[in-house]
């Protein structure tokens, strides 16, 4: 870590308003922090497992349902950014309550839903609880356990991503197949409150440390790494949810598979993607470009390997697989690439930002695979998927991080 990072920890952890952190880290928080990541990641990708009876339930194309997503990643992206500045004067650990009550909301009212005007609302309220969390959940991390476990600190954040790869979609496939899509929310609801009962006892008092304005949001953008960073983001995500938002309908169509199998593969993708967050945090601790650069070439592979041997169920299963990997390492690089190395003086700028560009690359792959599914068939998204998921690795291969953690 950096000299600014280790000085800006210090400033924080002996502030004299917060609680004396000098006595341990705050591991029960750190895990709450995960809970949240999970019950956040859940809550967005749901309608990608559940995306065809909700269509025909709602009576719409599989390319308007997809648009749920899209709703939330827009909002997410505004939200991100101006919500550090929003509440810069309130203790953080209400605004992770606040945003955790939100999560549960909206999961409430996307399980009730009875048309797409009312279901994007209800994303709308996730957009704001999940540009919100991610936000200021690094500068939280830098203030809840000294510098030298702060990588392992964020590794068990990002662990909930992963994890909520590894049972969101396959759940969310299943229960939707039994009992119907919208208790599939439901239970996120559930796992939502869980998840702020454990915030309530676990988030110690986090007072703001320093007022957060569009000025500092402006200078972190100026940051050349930043900007490399970003062009990263926006490749990467954007790719990857093109093709990830209609792995269902592709899995149906192709491969012809049936709703069992397409959930076996969907856990594969999960489990994979549990050990590709391990394997990315490893890999951060060495080499910033390779964890940057290898992850989407990976992506871009397993797509093209779909597309030309999609028909065969277990070519099909492999490129799940190593796609699920590949992207389970995506978070933790990226996060520890602009957070940790490029800002670390002003994480929650730079938290802000990646949330943003995250979520505006999430919203144009949903909105460019949906019209590409819609006008030139399922098979054209994953297309799109692997041309962008090769620029990104090219990309961080050529202009990404020279100086290593």
């Given at each position: 870590m950096t000299e600014s990072a280790t000085a800006f920890m210090d400033g924080v952890l002996h502030d004299p308003e917060q609680p004396d952190q000098r006595s341990g880290p705050a591991w029960g928080a750190v895990i709450a922090l995960a809970l949240g990541t999970f019950g956040l990641v859940t809550a967005e990708f749901l309608p990608a497992s559940v995306l065809t009876p909700l269509a025909h339930d709602l009576g719409i194309t599989e390319g308007a349902a997809g648009q749920a997503l899209t709703m939330t990643a827009i909002v997410g992206a505004i939200s991100a950014p101006t919500m550090a500045i929003i509440t810069k004067r309130l203790d953080r650990r209400i605004v992770m309550?606040?945003?955790?009550?939100?999560?549960?909301?909206?999961?409430?009212?996307?399980?009730?839903?009875?048309?797409?005007?009312?279901?994007?609302?209800?994303?709308?309220?996730?957009?704001?609880?999940?540009?919100?969390?991610?936000?200021?959940?690094?500068?939280?991390?830098?203030?809840?356990?000294?510098?030298?476990?702060?990588?392992?600190?964020?590794?068990?954040?990002?662990?909930?991503?992963?994890?909520?790869?590894?049972?969101?979609?396959?759940?969310?496939?299943?229960?939707?197949?039994?009992?119907?899509?919208?208790?599939?929310?439901?239970?996120?609801?559930?796992?939502?409150?869980?998840?702020?009962?454990?915030?309530?006892m676990t988030i110690p008092r986090l007072p703001p440390i320093g007022v957060a304005s569009f000025r500092s949001l402006l200078d972190v953008a100026k940051n050349p790494m930043i900007k490399v960073a970003i062009l990263v983001v926006l490749l990467v995500a954007s790719g990857h949810f093109a093709g990830f938002t209609y792995i269902r309908a592709f899995l149906e169509k192709f491969p012809a598979l049936?709703?069992?199998?397409?959930?076996?593969?969907?856990?594969?993708?999960?489990?994979?993607?549990?050990?590709?967050?391990?394997?990315?945090?490893?890999?951060?601790?060495?080499?910033?470009?390779?964890?940057?650069?290898?992850?989407?070439?990976?992506?871009?592979?397993?797509?093209?390997?779909?597309?030309m041997l999609g028909a065969s169920a277990w070519s099909t299963a492999i490129a799940v697989a190593?796609?699920?990997?590949?992207?389970?390492?995506?978070?933790v690089g990226l996060q520890t690439w602009m957070v940790l190395h490029a800002a670390p003086g002003q994480a929650e700028s730079a938290g802000g930002l990646m949330a943003a560009t995250f979520q505006v690359a999430i919203a144009a792959g949903a909105v460019?695979?949906?019209?590409?599914?819609?006008?030139?068939?399922?098979?054209?998204?994953?297309?799109?998927?692997?041309?962008?998921?090769?620029?990104?690795?090219?990309?961080?291969?050529?202009l990404g991080p020279k100086r290593e953690p």
């Open positions: 309550w606040a945003m955790t009550l939100l999560l549960i909301l909206s999961n409430v009212l996307s399980a009730v839903a009875g048309s797409l005007s009312f279901l994007l609302a209800a994303r709308v309220v996730l957009g704001i609880a999940l540009g919100g969390f991610w936000s200021i959940s690094a500068a939280l991390a830098m203030r809840l356990v000294p510098s030298h476990l702060l990588r392992r600190a964020m590794s068990i954040i990002l662990t909930g991503v992963t994890v909520a790869t590894v049972c969101a979609a396959p759940i969310g496939a299943y229960v939707g197949d039994i009992w119907g899509w919208r208790t599939a929310f439901m239970i996120a609801a559930v796992v939502g409150a869980v998840t702020l009962l454990v915030q309530l049936n709703i069992e199998t397409i959930s076996l593969l969907l856990l594969a993708f999960g489990i994979c993607g549990f050990f590709g967050n391990l394997a990315g945090g490893f890999l951060a601790e060495h080499s910033l470009k390779a964890v940057a650069a290898l992850p989407p070439l990976l992506i871009a592979m397993a797509a093209v390997s779909l597309l190593v796609w699920g990997f590949a992207f389970g390492a995506v978070p460019i695979g949906g019209l590409l599914v819609d006008n030139a068939g399922v098979a054209s998204a994953f297309a799109y998927s692997a041309v962008a998921s090769f620029l990104a690795a090219l990309t961080a291969f050529l």
